[in-house]
């Protein structure tokens, strides 16, 4: 079965702190790895995603991710956070024999103090 | 989000009645998606549509149907409402895979809360 996991549902940091967001995966073959965001009373908005070169990835809000195949990992980072960074944060993967269908981890909360 | 509509934003309602959630979009997209979203579990797939013609069940697709009126608009009905169906529920568009630059990004619609009692 394929899938993503989030192990922490939520992450507190210090405004001005480095971030990190993780995500691990389990899919056969090579995976196609996304980040998206939710803020409060609204769709989830796309930030960044992993298709093939570059193992770090960048992507919007100065937000940046690095996959990881050995570890199957792909966290979700920022090097300084914003209180406006706060909000709930999916990492997804598309399913590798059906391109139309994807894979969404349980989320993670992000809340960053100034 | 302006691009992906979905209305009602909040609906409340009773036990066994039916109900209809609606999703219009302007990005021109052919793929739709359904999705729900509930409290530590993320968001999961109900139907996804191809185009007019072609509809598919997602993972947890029982209670509910689907009808892809035009390429603009997907909805979404439960028959008979069931408590355990309260959730956030998300439209959402995508490119046909293979096209484009932002090919396999989805567009979300601002969501739908309902709450059966």
């Known amino acids: 079965a394929q899938s993503v996991a989030q192990p922490e549902d939520q992450v507190n940091v210090a405004e001005g702190n480095p971030l990190t967001v993780k995500c691990t995966y389990s899919?056969?073959?090579?995976?196609?790895l996304f980040w998206y965001v939710q803020y409060p009373n609204r769709g989830l908005q796309f930030l960044l995603k992993y298709i093939t070169g570059d193992n770090l990835v960048k992507g919007s809000y100065g937000f940046e991710a690095e996959f990881n195949k050995s570890q199957t990992s792909f966290h979700l980072k920022k090097p300084s956070a914003l209180v406006s960074d706060s909000a709930l944060y999916f990492c997804?993967?598309?399913?590798?024999?059906?391109?139309?269908?994807?894979?969404f981890g349980s989320g993670t909360k992000l809340n960053v103090k100034p | 989000d302006a691009d992906v509509t979905q209305t009602p934003r909040n609906r409340i309602t009773k036990t066994g009645k039916r109900i209809m959630l609606e999703c219009s979009q302007t990005k021109g997209h052919d793929r739709m998606y359904w999705y729900r979203q509930d409290p530590g579990l993320g968001l999961r797939l109900i139907y996804y549509s191809f185009d007019v013609k072609d509809i598919n069940k997602g993972e947890i697709s029982d209670g509910y149907s689907v009808s892809r009126q035009a390429q603009a608009k997907f909805s979404l009905s439960l028959e008979s409402a069931i408590p355990n169906q309260t959730a956030l529920y998300f439209c959402?568009?995508?490119?046909?895979?293979?096209?484009?630059?932002?090919?396999?990004?989805?567009?979300f619609g601002p969501g739908t809360r309902l709450t059966v009692l």
């Open positions: 997804a993967v598309r399913d590798v024999y059906n391109f139309n269908k994807f894979y």
């Open positions: 959402a568009t995508s490119e046909i895979p293979g096209q484009g630059p932002n090919t396999d990004t989805q567009y």
């Open positions: 899919v056969s073959g090579n995976p196609y």
